[in-house]
């Protein structure tokens, strides 16, 4: 089956612990995003990734990190510089960045991530 | 920058019945899309509308769109207890990059 995958879906974190949320596709989609969200909020772009070894910070990317090796991986970094980071954790992709006709980006389940 | 505000935050309707939730927005867009969230879940895209048209249909989804307004509006005809969920509506404020602005979102619930 064709889609993205995210793991773990819960991940805990420890004060001062940097983690690393996987996030995986095999729809040979060009770009790929990191969002957060927040109990009852909308999307927060944290980074944003057009082509492989490139990417850009969204509007949230303080305390967090990226790469993008890899066409179909896109790992995000929490660091221990982001002092508030639990929240759900959506990846996404899509096929070519600003394509006519390409604009839908398509969802992994999530990681959920809580502070110890 | 959060540059969809959605309206209203929650709804909660009876089966059967419509559901309807606007979207407004603040730059020019070159399309506006919606998504629906099911609890704890990734976003499943549903429609996307281009700055260019008005209107346009996907089975029970109908979105309209007003760009002198700024507004988007989508309704759920004949709504069913799987409808609930969380709508995002998402622009892409005119730009190339692919990134997407997503708003708060309205919660449906739809009582059998």
């Known amino acids: 089956d064709g889609g993205i995958t995210q793991s773990p879906k819960y991940l805990f974190r420890k004060e001062g612990q940097n983690v690393t949320l996987s996030c995986e596709q095999n729809?040979?989609?060009?770009?790929m995003y990191w969002y957060r969200q927040d109990p009852g909020q909308g999307l927060r772009l944290i980074y944003y990734?057009?082509?492989?070894?490139?990417?850009q910070k969204g509007d949230i990317a303080e305390g967090y990190s990226v790469s993008r090796e890899k066409k179909e991986s896109f790992p995000l970094t929490v660091t221990s510089a982001q002092k508030n980071p639990t929240a759900f954790y959506l990846c996404a992709s899509s096929i070519a960045p600003g394509l006519a006709g390409q604009e839908t980006q398509y969802f992994g389940p999530g990681t959920r991530l809580l502070v110890l | 920058s959060q540059q969809g505000e959605e309206d209203p935050q929650a709804l909660s309707i009876q089966e059967g019945e419509n559901a309807t939730m606007n979207c407004s927005y603040k730059t020019s867009i070159n399309n506006l899309q919606w998504y629906r969230q099911n609890s704890g879940r990734g976003l499943v895209h549903l429609i996307l509308i281009r700055s260019n048209e008005r209107e346009k249909h996907s089975g029970r989804l109908r979105v309209t769109l007003d760009t002198s307004k700024k507004s988007s509006s989508l309704l759920i005809t004949a709504s069913r207890a799987a409808d609930t969920a969380s709508y995002f509506c998402a622009t892409d404020g005119s730009s190339n990059t692919g990134k997407l602005i997503f708003g708060q979102g309205t919660t449906l619930q739809v009582k059998p």
């Open positions: 729809l040979n989609h060009d770009a």
């Open positions: 990734s057009q082509i492989v070894n490139d990417f």
